[in-house]
C-alpha cells in the first residue's frame, strides 16, 4: 500500500475541525447525531485513506493557533507487534518467543507478567500518535489478562489467542481503543471545550459506545494466523484492517 505525501484540514470556518466542533456542541441535547460526530472526526484526521497510510505527523488545527499532530504508524507497528509476538507464541511456544524479545518472566506474578508485557509493546510517547497506541495496548493488555486466573494458565492461553476469538481483541480491540484515545487526546487539546466537564465526559462516552458499536461486526480475526507480521504482507494487512475499521466509523 502506498504511504501518503500527508494532508492538513483547512482552518477556519468550514474545516473538518470546525464542522466537527459544531457537530459535537449539538450532542448532548441530540445524541442521536453521535454516528456524525465520529464520522466527522475521521474526515478531520484526514479520512480514512489518509490516516490510514499516514507516517509523518499532519497537523490539525485546534482552534486559534494550537495544532496537534496525529499519525498512524505507531498504531500500526503495535499491531504489527502484537500479531507477530502472538504467532510466535501459538508456534513455537511462550519460553521461545519471550528469550527471543528479551521478556523475562521469572519469578513474576500474573499481574507483574501483564505488566512486562505492557512494558514491551510501548513505546516512548513522544507525540500524540505513540500516546495514543501506548494507552490502547495497555487496555488490550488488561483485557487479556482478566481470563486468566493463575500462571498455570498463561501459556495454554496466550498459545491459543491468535487462532480464536481473543484474536479480535489484538486487532479491532487495539484500534477501537487507539482510535478513541486520538478523540479524547484532540478533545481535551482544545481550549473550547475544557468549559464543562461533565458534558465533556458524557461526550467521550457516546463517542466511545458509538465506535464500539459500529465497528462490532467487522471480522478482525479472519485468516489472522495465516498472516506473516513480519513481511510486506502483513504491513499492508494492519494498514488495510486500520483503513476498513475508519471507513466504517466514516459512515455517517
Not at 496537534?68 to 521461545?96: E, Y
Amino acid at each position: 500500500m502506498g504511504t501518503s505525501k500527508g494532508y492538513e484540514p483547512p482552518q477556519g470556518k468550514g474545516s473538518p475541525w470546525d464542522t466537527l466542533k459544531r457537530q459535537m456542541g449539538k450532542l448532548i441535547e441530540k445524541p442521536e447525531k453521535n454516528t456524525k460526530v465520529v464520522s466527522k472526526f475521521v474526515k478531520a484526521l484526514g479520512g480514512a485513506n489518509n490516516f490510514s497510510s499516514y507516517n509523518k505527523p499532519v497537523s490539525i488545527p485546534m482552534g486559534g493557533t494550537k495544532t496537534s499532530s496525529f499519525k498512524s504508524s505507531s498504531a500500526r507497528d503495535t499491531v504489527l507487534n502484537l500479531g507477530s509476538f502472538f504467532a510466535d507464541i501459538a508456534k513455537n511456544g511462550l519460553d521461545q518467543a519471550i528469550e527471543s524479545r528479551g521478556i523475562d518472566l521469572n519469578g513474576k506474578t500474573i499481574d507483574e507478567i501483564k505488566e512486562s508485557f505492557i512494558e514491551y509493546f510501548i513505546k516512548p510517547s513522544i507525540d500524540s500518535d505513540s500516546a495514543c497506541a501506548s494507552l490502547a495496548i495497555a487496555t488490550v493488555m488488561e483485557e487479556l489478562f482478566e481470563e486468566i486466573s493463575d500462571e498455570r494458565e498463561l501459556e495454554d492461553f496466550l498459545s491459543k489467542v491468535i487462532t480464536t476469538d481473543r484474536a479480535k481483541k489484538l486487532i479491532c480491540g487495539f484500534y477501537e481503543n487507539y482510535i478513541y484515545e486520538l478523540f479524547s487526546r484532540m478533545f481535551f487539546e482544545d481550549i473550547t471545550f475544557k468549559t464543562n466537564q461533565a458534558d465533556a465526559e458524557e461526550i467521550l462516552e457516546i463517542v466511545k459506545e458509538t465506535i464500539h458499536t459500529k465497528i462490532s461486526n467487522i471480522e478482525c480475526n479472519r485468516n489472522l494466523s495465516d498472516v506473516d507480521f513480519n513481511s510486506d504482507e502483513g504491513k499492508d494487512f494492519v494498514q488495510g484492517m486500520l483503513k476498513e475499521i475508519l471507513e466504517v466509523l466514516e459512515e455517517e
